[in-house]
């Protein structure tokens, strides 16, 4: 169908699929696939809304799918591509998750992006007095301390960097109002709903914020054959390049959320304590190369776990809302 929605919103799509595409499609069975960037979303929403089946493809497998480019990439070739991918059935598709749960994941991230920027803003203020000769560790910027510390006039800091600093804890200030009472929200939601709550119980260093991140951002199991490819989901797995004789060292693929991954690498941080029942495990990784490396190892082994926790539930239960 050679037409173009010209500053697509919601109203402009939903008018495209009653007017124009269900009197095509004359009550039949209609499969739409929609890349899965940003706006996919509604797009999705409306396809299902008016009764037509919708799928959403992996762009990275989807690109991958298009194999060598022979000729200028554009909107048009790559609707192309969806619809024959989609008609020879072999559309990388992606999960499309219930509401609720799309809801709570924009939640996680909310956080995540919250907790981002306060860091940052820590950051900046470090900075900024090491830029002035003042001696603070990082990981002591927002306590009280150094706060009194640096309110005191007799302080050798130019107006400018007491401006600077000052900016920098209103602004974490303000990161923490908003961020704080959303934090809550997702504790107590992860205690109530089954399948994080089993998370919660069945791992040690989960609790009610990451078992939500973990459960919203994971997805169904059912989809996943193995816990490989479950560990692939998260983009925690390491790519090795090799050719002929040499190898380059490994890497993470970094494919899947983001914010999957920073929830798995907080949970396995907590092996390091000496209770953990995989803190020998975790000791042992630590001294042969780093804490670091011994973190994404336990993360490895938490999303492998998780997918079979998951997997056990029943699926009625996996995405009841308390």
Not at 148 to 167: F, K, T, W, Y
């Amino acid at each position: 169908m050679a037409r173009r929605l010209w500053q697509p919103d919601r109203q402009r799509f939903r008018r495209w699929l009653e007017r124009e595409l269900a009197p095509r499609a004359a009550d039949g069975a209609v499969a739409l696939a929609v890349e899965g960037c940003t706006g996919w979303r509604y797009v999705v929403e409306e396809i299902t809304a008016a009764g037509f089946e919708a799928h959403l493809a992996e762009p990275a497998d989807t690109q991958a799918a298009r194999g060598r480019k022979r000729r200028a990439k554009t909107d048009r070739s790559d609707s192309q591509l969806l619809r024959e991918l989609l008609a020879a059935g072999d559309l990388p598709e992606s999960w499309i998750p219930p509401g609720p749960v799309l809801e709570w994941r924009e939640r996680v991230r909310l956080y995540k992006s919250l907790v981002d920027q306060r860091t940052v803003w820590g950051q900046r203020i470090h900075a900024e007095l090491y830029q002035h000769g003042v001696a603070v560790p990082e990981g002591a910027i927002r306590s009280e301390k150094t706060r009194a510390m640096l309110a005191d006039p007799s302080l050798q800091l130019s107006p400018a960097a007491r401006q600077r600093i000052r900016v920098g804890y209103a602004m974490i200030d303000a990161t923490d109002a908003e961020a704080q009472p959303l934090k809550r929200d997702l504790q107590r939601f992860g205690r109530r709903q089954p399948a994080c709550k089993a998370l919660v119980e069945a791992h040690y260093g989960i609790g009610g914020l990451i078992a939500v991140a973990v459960w919203s951002e994971l997805g169904d199991c059912r989809r996943f054959s193995r816990s490989d490819q479950a560990v692939r989901h998260t983009g925690l797995d390491v790519t090795v390049d090799s050719s002929d004789r040499r190898r380059a060292g490994g890497y993470l693929t970094r494919q899947g959320p983001e914010t999957l991954r920073w929830a798995l690498y907080e949970a396995a941080k907590n092996s390091s304590h000496h209770r953990s029942p995989d803190h020998d495990y975790y000791a042992a990784v630590k001294q042969r190369h780093d804490g670091k490396l011994a973190a994404i190892s336990m993360a490895r082994k938490l999303a492998r776990r998780c997918y079979h926790t998951l997997r056990s539930i029943h699926p009625g239960k996996v995405y009841a809302m308390p």
